[in-house]
C-alpha cells in the first residue's frame, strides 16, 4: 500500500511540474509577451507539448488511483492538477496568439506607411526637378525674298501657328490625364493617411 502511495505521489508531482511553463496559478496566470514572432511559434509549440504531457500524466494517474481505497479523492487530485497546468496552457497560447495577430497588423501599417513615405518623397523630387523650357515663340516673318509673295508668308506663318496649336491640342489630353492622375493619388495618400490615424486611435483607445 504505502509503495502505491508513493507511486501516486510521484506521478501527481510529476503533473504539476512537467513543464518550465506549467505552474499552478491562483487565478487566470500573467503571461509575458514574446520577443519576436519566431519566440511566439516556439512558445505555442512548447504549449502543445506541455498540453499533450499534460493529459498523458492524468491518463497514469487515474489508472493508479481506481487501485487506491479513497478513488474519488484521488482522481479530484488529478484532475484540479490537469486543469490547472491547462489554465497556464491556454494562456499561453492566447498571449502568444494575440502577439502574432497584432505583429501582423503592425507590419502591415509599416508597409502602408512606408509606401506613403516613399510616394512623397518621389513626389517632392518631380516638385523639385526644374520646369521644362518655355517653347520657343513663332519665328517671325522673314524679310520678302525675290519671288515669293505677301500672301505666300502670311499662308506660311499661318500654317506654322496652326500646327502649333494642333500640337497644343493633341497634347491637351495627356496635360489632362497627367493632372488627373497627380489628383487621384493625393485623394488616395490622404485616404490612406485617414485610415492609418484611424487605426492608431482605436488600438490607443483598446489599449486604455
Sequence with gaps: MMAKTAQILLALAFLAGCSSHLRAPADTPVIAAPASVAAADAALAQAAR???????????????????????????????????????????????????????????????????????????????????????????????????????????????????AERERAEAPKRAAKAAEFERKQQESARRQAEIAAKKAEKAKQAK
Design 50 to 164: 506541455d498540453r499533450l504531457a499534460l493529459e498523458a500524466a492524468y491518463a497514469r494517474s487515474e489508472a493508479e488511483c481506481y487501485e487506491r481505497f479513497f478513488v474519488n479523492r484521488c482522481l479530484d487530485q488529478a484532475k484540479e492538477t490537469r486543469r490547472q497546468g491547462l489554465v497556464v496552457v491556454r494562456a499561453i497560447e492566447v498571449e502568444m496568439e494575440r502577439y502574432k495577430r497584432q505583429a501582423a497588423v503592425d507590419e502591415r501599417d509599416r508597409k502602408v506607411a512606408q509606401a506613403e513615405a516613399d510616394y512623397a518623397a518621389e513626389e517632392a523630387a518631380r516638385a523639385a526637378e526644374p520646369p521644362p523650357p518655355p517653347r520657343a515663340a513663332p519665328e517671325p516673318l522673314p524679310e520678302r525674298a525675290p519671288g515669293i509673295s505677301l500672301a505666300e508668308r502670311k499662308a506660311r506663318q499661318d500654317a506654322k501657328l496652326k500646327a502649333i
